[in-house]
């Protein structure tokens, strides 16, 4: 073997993960640089595009992936470098000539001969998730009545939306202000009904052995299903932000700095006599609580009395009185410890509204300093509604398997955002905890509608359970969806004093 194979056959046995990577803001700027979506290059690698954007943010992959990341990466780099050395006028070999639109989605494609759209009707240059679309509202005659569509362009468009929804809804597609970009009303195939199909059919129809198989794989495929809805989505998710040591844990086993107002709050006294209570059962908490605010982006400090709705995060605040724990629990959960805290987005805009005109319950809590993003409530809904929809089918069906399933998605998804083993592409502990105490939160306004219409609130635990006295269907409505609510048991107290004697705390 002459040197020089020598050295062939050493490179060749080096560790992938020796590979030395460039930095996480350059190895975005180099796909970009490219035009190339996180999508295209996350099927090249088979892996997530939510992965792809944790190697963004810093993260570094391992094994083999590593070695093919570093390989995109540098032959993206002299792909760049030769384009760059090219004249001005001179288009590059491997581009078009004409520059399409830039629209910043992954699913927008050029059309070798036009199609109708399916807004308008009129020849369309381009297709958006598979739907031929005009991608500039000026060029689309949707004012104009469209002509019939062909075979072709029928096969491609969705069913029609339900009754009762007009105009570009009624015909399949809905235009979102991102940009130039439209996008389809619903582009998420039905990635839960296929994995369950397929694991009855895996299990020769075996109920048990499917759904153990399902509830394994619940976390990927919850991923998976938040990986589709993000399609088209307006914002770029931060998947491993740097975090604050508040949002740390301060020891292996210990927690982090984090308060969310987790109830756990019996009503002191009952009036004399023997009373029913009902304890009710709010179906889909942490389902519900993914409609919440949520950070975008990195959290950046801030400090001050002040709070900013366009923004959401962890705030520390000197919490007020609460004069009302003989009818109502705290806002803030059963806290003994007196002092500030860390509390979240949905625990400090609780406060806030108690504390408005319109409720005057307590006075408003004082904020010393924030970590906070620019924030939406809808950064989720698309997951949350393909999730309820789901839901919905399978208690309609009578499908147990879907059921558990979707139960087991929704909840490992939330209970695996912060530091797990099980959930490595999206790592947001501040995610966690402000869905956390969205659904406490909602569980207090569920004791405050109780209260408000005349019954008696007799105990709020956790996320979901609300006891109550009196007549309770005539506030809440009875059922498994998730507006709805079941009876978990029924039980008497106060006989002969006048102290609540409720059951065990059943789990949550």
Same mark, same amino acid.
């Given at each position: 073997?002459s040197?020089?194979? &020598?050295i062939? /056959?050493?490179? +060749?046995?080096t560790a992938?993960?020796?590979? $030395?990577? =460039?930095?996480?803001?350059?190895? #975005? !700027?180099?796909?970009?640089?490219?035009?190339?979506?996180r999508?295209?290059?996350?099927?090249?690698?088979?892996?997530?595009?939510s992965?792809?954007g944790g190697?963004?943010?810093?993260?570094?992959?391992?094994?083999e992936?590593?070695e093919?990341?570093?390989y995109?990466?540098e032959g993206?780099?002299t792909?760049?470098?030769?384009?760059a050395?090219?004249?001005?006028?001179?288009?590059?070999?491997?581009?078009?000539?004409?520059?399409?639109?830039?629209?910043?989605?992954?699913?927008?494609?050029?059309?070798?001969?036009?199609?109708?759209?399916?807004?308008?009707?009129?020849?369309?240059?381009?297709?958006?998730?598979?739907y031929?679309?005009?991608?500039?509202?000026?060029?689309c005659?949707?004012?104009?009545p &469209?002509?019939? /569509?062909?075979? +072709?362009s029928?096969?491609?468009?969705r069913? $029609?939306? =339900?009754?009762g929804?007009?105009? #570009? !809804?009624a015909?399949?597609?809905?235009?979102?202000?991102?940009?130039?970009?439209?996008?389809?009303?619903?582009?998420t195939?039905d990635?839960?009904?296929?994995a369950?199909?397929?694991?009855?059919?895996?299990y020769?129809?075996?109920?048990?052995a499917?759904?153990?198989?399902?509830?394994?794989?619940a976390?990927?495929?919850?991923m998976?299903?938040l990986?589709?809805?993000?399609?088209?989505?307006?914002?770029?998710?931060?998947a491993?932000p740097?975090?604050?040591d508040?949002?740390?844990?301060?020891?292996?086993r210990?927690?982090?700095?984090?308060w969310?107002?987790?109830?756990?709050w019996?009503?002191?006294?009952?009036?004399?006599?023997?009373?029913?209570?009902?304890?009710l059962d709010?179906?889909?908490?942490y389902?519900? /609580?993914?409609?919440?605010?949520?950070?975008?982006?990195q959290?950046?400090?801030?400090?001050?009395?002040?709070h900013d709705?366009?923004?959401?995060g962890?705030h520390?605040?000197t919490p007020?009185a609460w004069?009302?724990?003989?009818v109502?629990?705290?806002?803030?959960?059963s806290?003994?410890e007196?002092?500030?805290?860390?509390?979240?987005?949905?625990?400090?805009?609780l406060?806030?509204?108690?504390?408005?005109?319109?409720?005057?319950?307590c006075?408003?809590?004082?904020?010393?300093e924030?970590?906070?993003?620019g924030?939406?409530?809808?950064?989720?809904e698309?997951?949350r509604?393909?999730?309820?929809?789901?839901?919905?089918?399978?208690?309609?069906?009578?499908?147990?398997?879907?059921?558990?399933?979707?139960?087991q998605?929704?909840?490992?998804?939330?209970s695996?955002?912060?530091?797990?083993?099980?959930?490595?592409?999206?790592?947001?502990?501040?995610w966690m905890?402000?869905?956390?105490?969205q659904?406490?939160?909602?569980?207090w306004?569920?004791?405050?509608?109780?209260?408000?219409?005349?019954?008696?609130?007799?105990?709020?635990m956790?996320?979901?359970?609300?006891?109550?006295?009196?007549?309770?269907?005539?506030?809440?409505?009875?059922?498994?969806?998730v507006?709805?609510?079941?009876?978990?048991?029924?039980?008497?107290?106060?006989?002969?004093?006048?102290?609540?004697?409720?059951?065990?705390?059943?789990?949550?």
């Amino acid at each position: 073997m002459s040197d020089f194979q &020598a050295i062939d /056959a050493l490179l +060749a046995s080096t560790a992938p993960g020796r590979i $030395p990577l =460039p930095p996480a803001t350059e190895r #975005r !700027a180099r796909r970009e640089g490219l035009n190339l979506s996180r999508a295209q290059l996350a099927q090249a690698l088979g892996v997530s595009p939510s992965t792809v954007g944790g190697w963004e943010a810093g993260r570094d992959p391992g094994g083999e992936v590593r070695e093919k990341y570093a390989y995109f990466l540098e032959g993206a780099r002299t792909k760049l470098a030769a384009a760059a050395e090219q004249p001005a006028d001179q288009p590059a070999v491997d581009d078009p000539v004409e520059a399409e639109p830039s629209v910043g989605a992954d699913d927008v494609d050029v059309l070798a001969v036009p199609e109708p759209c399916v807004l308008c009707g009129q020849p369309a240059r381009h297709q958006v998730a598979g739907y031929p679309q005009h991608l500039d509202p000026a060029e689309c005659g949707t004012a104009e009545p &469209a002509p019939p /569509a062909t075979p +072709a362009s029928r096969e491609k468009m969705r069913q $029609p939306a =339900p009754a009762g929804r007009p105009g #570009r !809804a009624a015909r399949g597609v809905k235009v979102v202000p991102v940009g130039r970009r439209v996008q389809a009303a619903s582009d998420t195939p039905d990635l839960i009904g296929s994995a369950v199909a397929a694991a009855l059919a895996e299990y020769a129809g075996d109920v048990d052995a499917a759904t153990a198989a399902l509830v394994k794989r619940a976390i990927p495929d919850a991923m998976a299903l938040l990986d589709h809805s993000r399609k088209g989505g307006r914002y770029d998710v931060v998947a491993h932000p740097w975090l604050p040591d508040i949002l740390r844990k301060q020891s292996s086993r210990g927690a982090d700095q984090i308060w969310e107002a987790r109830p756990k709050w019996t009503r002191p006294q009952l009036p004399p006599g023997e009373h029913e209570v009902t304890a009710l059962d709010m179906n889909g908490a942490y389902l519900s /609580a993914l409609k919440t605010h949520l950070p975008i982006g990195q959290l950046e400090h801030s400090s001050g009395n002040h709070h900013d709705r366009r923004r959401a995060g962890v705030h520390l605040i000197t919490p007020p009185a609460w004069d009302h724990d003989a009818v109502l629990p705290n806002p803030i959960g059963s806290r003994d410890e007196p002092g500030p805290l860390w509390v979240t987005e949905p625990t400090l805009r609780l406060l806030l509204r108690l504390a408005g005109p319109k409720y005057g319950l307590c006075d408003p809590p004082q904020i010393h300093e924030s970590w906070t993003s620019g924030a939406t409530e809808g950064l989720l809904e698309k997951f949350r509604i393909a999730l309820k929809e789901a839901r919905d089918r399978a208690i309609t069906d009578g499908d147990d398997v879907t059921l558990e399933y979707v139960k087991q998605m929704y909840s490992k998804f939330v209970s695996t955002l912060g530091e797990s083993n099980y959930n490595r592409e999206l790592y947001r502990t501040d995610w966690m905890h402000l869905i956390r105490s969205q659904a406490f939160a909602n569980l207090w306004w569920k004791a405050h509608r109780a209260y408000d219409e005349g019954l008696m609130v007799v105990r709020a635990m956790g996320t979901d359970e609300l006891h109550v006295i009196g007549d309770w269907r005539q506030v809440f409505d009875e059922g498994r969806g998730v507006t709805e609510v079941k009876v978990k048991d029924v039980y008497t107290v106060g006989v002969g004093h006048n102290q609540p004697a409720p059951p065990a705390e059943r789990p949550s």
